[in-house]
């Protein structure tokens, strides 16, 4: 069965609370318990997890690639300057893999320093804006790009 890591970085543990008016008011375990049911629906094997390190996340790819997994990956902040991140991730695609940048919210409507990605250049693709369907949506672009 294809093999999913949908990867979230730092505060995204804290959704459901954390300003509800821009990431919603569903909390982390609910996005868990639909990524679940999408991977489910979609026969997907699906892993969801989040840290708020830097090096874990950097790990977390290195995984992914030793496993053979694709993954889904929400950076958060790291989005905006973390090279080491950048670095973990094009070893993903260049290993074939596909890695999907995803954002609840549009990094491109808000403040300055979320208008650039270090990541998207590596990334296979990026979804950006739709909430958790960003996530949805991140799992189908990798159940088409494997078919
Ligand atoms: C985010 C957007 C980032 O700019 C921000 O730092 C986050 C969440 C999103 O999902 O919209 O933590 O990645």
């Given at each position: 069965m294809t093999r999913v890591l949908?990867?979230?970085g730092p505060n995204l543990g804290r959704?459901?609370?954390?300003?509800?008016?821009?990431?919603?008011s569903a909390s982390f375990a609910d996005l868990v318990d639909a990524a679940a049911r999408w991977g489910a629906d979609?026969?997907?094997?699906?892993?969801v997890r989040q840290t708020d390190s830097e090096s874990e996340l950097v790990g977390w790819l290195h995984?992914?690639?030793d496993a053979r997994s694709h993954v889904v990956l929400n950076p958060a902040a790291f989005t905006h300057?973390?090279?080491a991140l950048r670095d973990a991730a094009a070893q993903v695609t260049s290993a074939g893999l596909v890695l999907v940048e995803v954002h609840l919210s549009n990094p491109?409507?808000?403040e300055e320093f979320r208008h650039t990605s270090v990541i998207g250049a590596v990334a296979t693709g990026t979804v950006a804006g739709f909430g958790f369907d960003s996530y949805r949506l991140g799992l189908d672009a990798v159940r088409t790009a494997v078919r």
């Open positions: 949908i990867l979230n959704l459901g609370s954390r300003e509800p008016d821009v990431y919603g979609a026969g997907l094997e699906v892993e995984g992914a690639v300057y973390s090279y491109y409507a808000r």
